[in-house]
């Protein structure tokens, strides 16, 4: 098979997206646009991946990394983006895809594709990927033979009323042959009205030079690039709508499809069912048999089989929910581990805790896990029951099938199979309600 090396150009500042951040950083379902590409082309195991960034992105830099980056010195256009990199894959004599770090959606199979067309004689040079949109606007023409070769790409600004009638759009991403990308490259000129040097030249000086240039078409969904918030928000709708198919497909149920957005690493066992308005964020494994109840937020979280979970729930990162545990409405789960059939069912915060097997917490328990400078743990142990409204004042550590009464602020362990009780003498006053209902009207005349 031969090798493959992909460069993926990223240094457009976004301009348009409005934002000091860079336009390839900006996130789908988690994950940077650029990254998504990254993950993608990763399948194909590239002997080389290139992400070709401008002066001063060093923030982009880290998020491609271990991946090579070159510099774009200036803004001179694709050809010169691709020049930057060709340093990098200096011996390299396989295949090259270009790809563009704004078009996060494009699929493994379609540069399959490509990468299959280019391969089927040495003497194809170039294979652009095309697309047809529903509304061709102006994006450039792939200008073909009657025998289906590509002769030229034009820019719709150049186009010829006959031209723009063709529907065969340029979507930029191309595979080249690499025995042939130097010469190609080095023969671009910038003499246009952009002064910019146009990576679509080298399909007419493959042609002139009796090369071969092929066309692949792909998806329009897979080949939005996004250059707005707007196409951003698009970008993030039809990723959601592929992934909630994927995990329906693998056996999840989700009653509300639309209502219910994944993060790109968002994994789901059989037999889950998902309730409407629920978010996950990254790092989030579900177990088989698990309900999640809706208007729940869940990030970096382990849930285990048969977890019921919500409503309004949010566990947030490194809960580490074990099987048939219950986590009710209104309760908030931080950097704790439930044990196996546990119950949270309501009003309560658990932070930087373990919580013992079949272990009950009453409604509006608290652990006190921060003191303004430091995070203390809290462990309650097998079969504990804590009653409604406690403070537990962490560190501290409830002993196995210890109870404390509901009302009760514990700062110091409970032994094993204890009642613990903490509560002020309560006190009646006979009639004083009377009493004081009397002077308060007696004060407003």
Request: glycine share 10%; charged share 20%; with cysteine.
């Amino acid at each position: 098979m031969t090798a493959i090396a992909t460069v993926i150009l990223a240094a457009g500042a976004g301009s348009r997206m409005k934002s000091s951040k860079p336009k390839v950083l900006h996130e789908i379902a988690g994950r940077a646009m650029v990254s998504h590409l990254l993950g993608t082309v990763a399948d194909l195991a590239p002997e080389k991946s290139i992400v070709v960034v401008a002066p001063n992105m060093d923030d982009v830099r880290r998020e491609v990394s271990p991946a090579e980056t070159a510099v774009q010195e200036e803004a001179l256009g694709t050809g010169h983006a691709v020049a930057a990199a060709l340093p990098n894959l200096a011996g390299f004599s396989g295949d090259i895809l270009i790809l563009y770090g704004d078009t996060p959606l494009i699929t493994r199979q379609t540069l399959d594709k490509m990468i299959a067309a280019r391969g089927e004689d040495d003497k194809t040079a170039v294979v652009v990927l095309g697309f047809v949109p529903d509304d061709p606007a102006e994006y450039g023409r792939l200008v073909t033979s009657g025998d289906g070769e590509l002769q030229a790409i034009v820019e719709f600004a150049d186009a010829s009323t006959e031209i723009r009638a063709v529907n065969l759009c340029n979507s930029g991403v191309m595979a080249i042959n690499g025995a042939y990308i130097k010469d190609l490259i080095g023969a671009l000129d910038n003499k246009n009205s952009k002064g910019e040097f146009y990576l679509t030249d080298i399909i007419e000086i493959a042609v002139a030079q009796n090369l071969n240039c092929k066309v692949v078409v792909g998806d329009e969904e897979e080949l939005l690039g996004v250059n707005n918030r707007m196409q951003l928000a698009q970008a993030e709708k039809i990723a959601q709508t592929l992934w909630r198919q994927r995990a329906m497909m693998a056996g999840a149920t989700l009653i509300d499809p639309d209502s219910v957005f994944l993060c790109h690493d968002t994994s789901l066992g059989q037999d889950v069912v998902i309730e409407p308005n629920v978010f996950f964020g990254p790092a989030v494994t579900v177990g088989n048999n698990v309900r999640i109840k809706a208007n729940s937020h869940i990030e970096g979280t382990t849930l285990g089989d048969g977890a019921q979970i919500g409503p309004f729930a949010r566990l947030r990162p490194g809960a580490k929910i074990a099987e048939d545990v219950k986590i009710g409405n209104f309760v908030e789960v931080k950097k704790s581990t439930l044990e196996k059939g546990a119950k949270v069912s309501h009003l309560s915060y658990i932070g930087d805790a373990r919580v013992g097997a079949d272990a009950n917490i009453g409604a509006g328990t608290i652990t006190c896990n921060y003191d303004g400078y430091d995070k203390f743990k809290t462990d309650i142990g097998a079969g504990a029951f804590i009653g409604s409204n406690t403070s537990l004042v962490a560190p501290v550590k409830i002993g196995e099938g210890a109870i404390v009464g509901a009302g009760s602020t514990v700062t110091r362990s409970v032994e094993a199979n204890a009642l613990m009780v903490e509560r002020a003498d309560e006190t009646q006053k006979s009639g004083w309600a009377n009493r004081f209902r009397k002077l308060k009207t007696k004060l407003k005349k």
